[in-house]
């Protein structure tokens, strides 16, 4: 993923789901409450969305970083 650049949901959901599979066996739905957390939408609203912007983005990479550190899902 790049900095500042609309991302389509699906492409951000598999970049995340392949880097927190070694965190965590529901990886997926890991990545897609960081999703949303990180475009500031509540769950059920995920399919409505097609692209994250770059601020969410960017956001949503620095979720995914800090949790295939370790950090836990708050």
Known sequence: MSDRES???????AWA??????VTRSAEAEARVLVCHAMGIEPGRLALVREIDGEAATRFEECVTLRAQGRPLQ
């Open 7 to 13: 991302v389509a949901v699906q492409v951000a959901i």
């Open 17 to 22: 789901k392949m880097r927190l599979e070694s």
